[in-house]
């Protein structure tokens, strides 16, 4: 069941997305060869905490870190531990906050170093299906017109979509309805 947000909660979700863009601004000056999904897993904590926010997936089902961490064939969920990064991988960085009662949520693909043509053709493309997604998500669309409009440009680009994982809704849930298959 999808729960309507009153202006004041979507207001507070700004906040918490607002405080999950600036630590991925933030982590994007630490993704370099060298360092370990680790280390910008504490960088991300302390940063989340000194906005006024608590990191989402710490301890949520279990889950040890504060960010998911995912490198080149992972898809998603990776636990950051002592995997160095290095030239050319691709590190997928999934960030939640919770401020306030309520959570923000995002995933970006990151490039390391310098990254293949074909890397680099992964992330644009994931990046335009994102938006084009976007301008279908209106008032009146259907859910699968947001979903069609990615596998559509993603497969028009020689990629696909993995189906078992979609994007949610967020609120004081972490993972709330609807669930969209990107």
């Known amino acids: 069941m999808i729960i309507c947000k009153t202006p004041r909660e979507i207001e507070i979700m700004r906040d918490a ?3 999950v863009a600036l630590t991925h601004q933030e982590l994007k000056k630490h993704i370099k ?39 080149n064939e992972e898809l998603v969920h990776g636990i950051p531990g002592k995997r160095v990064l ?39 493309v994931t990046e335009e299906s994102l938006y084009r997604g976007l ?7 259907r859910l699968t017109d947001i979903s069609h409009e990615i596998q559509k440009y993603a497969e ?14 967020i609120g004081q849930d972490l993972h709330e309805d609807p669930q969209i298959h990107n």
Do not use: M
């Not at 504490?42 to 997936?57: L, N, T, V, W, Y």
């Not at 050319?88 to 310098?114: C, P, R």
């Not at 301008?135 to 669309?141: D, F, I, L, N």
């Open 86 to 124: 290095n030239h050319g991988d691709i590190i997928s960085i999934d960030i939640g906050a919770k401020y306030n009662g309520y959570h923000g949520d995002s995933a970006w693909t990151y490039g390391v170093g310098e990254i293949s043509e074909e890397a680099q053709k992964l992330l644009d």
């Open 135 to 141: 301008e279908k998500a209106k008032a009146g669309a």
């Open 156 to 169: 028009e680009e020689g990629f696909s979509v993995v189906r078992e994982y979609v994007g949610h809704g």
């Open 17 to 19: 997305g607002r405080i």
């Open 33 to 71: 060869p060298g360092i370990t999904t680790k280390e910008l897993d504490k960088i991300a904590d302390k940063f989340i905490r000194s906005q006024g926010a608590i990191p989402s997936f710490k301890n949520y089902n279990g889950f040890s870190g504060s960010i998911c961490a995912s490198v």
